[in-house]
């Protein structure tokens, strides 16, 4: 009989190197992912057969079957599912099929630590048995079909496919055990290894009697055979509901809250769901698909079904069991299905609620879910008007005057009087945002202002109006109107003796505004006083009615905007600043053709963009000219 070989994909090779090196001290996990890969097998023939009856014909009996041989030294899984036909095999067994996981080992590469929960991320599944296995073969005949065929390898970069028999439909995995493994052909630990990991599997889990001497024989059902999902609240334990989340998210990590839900009524369904307490690594990968389960009155119909959560709950995880959608409910039909929707909105709500009571009664839990998935959470601030408000109420940030994390709500309440807007700064981290000139003025006068260091941030913001009936309004924006808070009542002087001051020092530069405009041309929307100012000589700022410089930056990067140069944008220069108040003396007593004035203006154009974060357009030309004023500084 003719036997093929075949290498494995360079991934394949890789993980199961980690593999065999860093689970371990987990190695009976091997037994979970291959009692669950038989549990998906049987699931997905179940969802076939209600279109294709005859495939299960004969046998509806679903189930999972432990076999222990001592003498051969193997353990057998062995289910009644869907089985593989030979594409099944070389594309399933042989290669990782996710093109985000692949990507993914190859980042792997070096990074040590934590390599195990993050391996957990994308479940190494089958490749696991080789933890323990000296060899593995593959059993298996597709329902429908009559080929079987015998998959074999020893894990070390190649395996076989030959022809072989089958009596009925399924896969057996004959996993040959490594000399120091026959802790697994012992029946107490196999039973223990299925009730810690495998109890919540709805089919059961039997192992078969060795048929021989006096208690030898009989088969026993290892687990509790129901789905989890359908048990009484009560009666599951924490320790269960966490190896259910690691068992549908692949993980290994804790659940860091559970949502366990049966709803009756027009609509019913039991929602188990989770929120992770570590980012999945494919958090931002761009389908954006949820990652919830779809069952049917207990039949699983998709991994993948978008009509159930919206893209920005793509953390959850877990499984929604509907008792009304129809069966034979297409994967097509998902993305309208008006019951569907329902309980996607049902879902939100439930989930918006109890982060709303975790974010009030523990805080500091709360700021931990809120760094792992804020930023994805607001997605749903733009995307889903209908829960904005829910989202906002939820959102915490970074602020100039508060350690730790603020709300919305929290800002408006400790608002200044003579204060109407939310102020807000943007940009890629805090602690760059913290130094930036815009925030001076906002500092002397210790007005608050909110850190926006995700990206989606500056999408949301110029979707949402305001909070509360307060606007949004960005600190680094023409019109902050920062004249008009008060900066509290002893200032009130000193702010009105600044006023008259603050006339004269703009005055003064006057001339030296109307050279720079001359000067930067187009560079520039406008040359104006700053009152924003009180350290740094000049900065930029987007003019009333510009899109956000990040966001045009952002959107930029992504081909979304034109090509070209950025919007110009307006200078404001700090009429008290030592240097600005000396060029305003050269200008007002020069002929207005100053070389070292039109320097000067390109420089701090140059200058404010640098502390902005921006690309210079012309480095040459900056160095240029940072050369001449340097050396003239020289000249006596
Ligand atoms: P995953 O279960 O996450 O897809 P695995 O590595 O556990 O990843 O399994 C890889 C693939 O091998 C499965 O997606 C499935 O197509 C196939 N497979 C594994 N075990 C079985 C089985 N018992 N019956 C049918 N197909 C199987
Ligand atoms: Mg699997």
Known sequence: MAVEKFTFQAEVSKLLDIVAHSLYSHKEIFLRELISNASDACDRL?????????????????????????????????????GMDHDDLTGALGTIARSGTQAFVDQLDGASEDKLSMIGQFGVGFYSSFIVAKKVEVLTRKAGGKDAWLWSSDGRGEYTIAEAERDARGTDVIVHLDKKQDEFLDPVR??????????HIGLPVVLKGEGEGEDGGGDRTLNTASALWTREKKSITEDQYKEFYQHVSHSFDQPWMTLHNRVEGVLSYTNLLFVPSTPPFDLFHPDRKPQVKLYVKRVYITGDCEGLLPPYLRFMRGIVDSEDLPLNISREMFQHNPQLAKIK?????????????????????????????????KEGIYEEPENRERILALARFKSTTQDGLVSLEDYVGRMKKSQDAIYYISGEDSDALLKSPHLEGFKAKNVEVLLMTDPVDDFWISAVADFDG??????????????????????????????????????????????????????????????????????LVTGEGDMDARLERILKQNRQAGAGDMTPRVLEVNPDHPLIKGLAERARKGDGQDPLIADAAHLLLDQARIVDGEALADPQAFSRRMTAVMESGLKV
Do not use: M
């Open 46 to 82: 179940r969802y076939e057969a209600l279109t294709e009856p005859k495939l299960t014909e004969g046998d509806t009996d679903f189930r999972i079957t432990l076999a222990v041989d001592k003498k051969a030294k193997t353990l057998t899984v062995s289910d009644n599912g869907i």
């Open 190 to 199: 196999i039973e223990t290894v299925v009730k810690q990991h495998s109890d």
């Open 345 to 377: 909105s049902g879902l939100a709500k439930r989930l918006f609620a109890e982060l709303k009571k975790k974010a009030e009664k523990k805080p500091d839990e709360y700021a931990e879910f809120w760094d792992n998935f804020g930023a994805v959470l």
């Open 470 to 539: 307060k606007p949004f309004k960005s600190a680094a924006r023409a019109g902050a109107d920062l004249d008009k808070i008060k900066g509290g009542a002893k200032d009130k002087k000193k702010d009105a003796a600044k006023k008259d001051g603050e006339k004269d020092s703009a005055a003064a530069i006057e001339p030296l505004l109307a050279q720079f405009k001359v000067v930067l041309g187009k560079a520039v929307k406008d040359v104006r006083p700053s009152e924003r100012l009180t350290e740094s000589a000049v900065c």
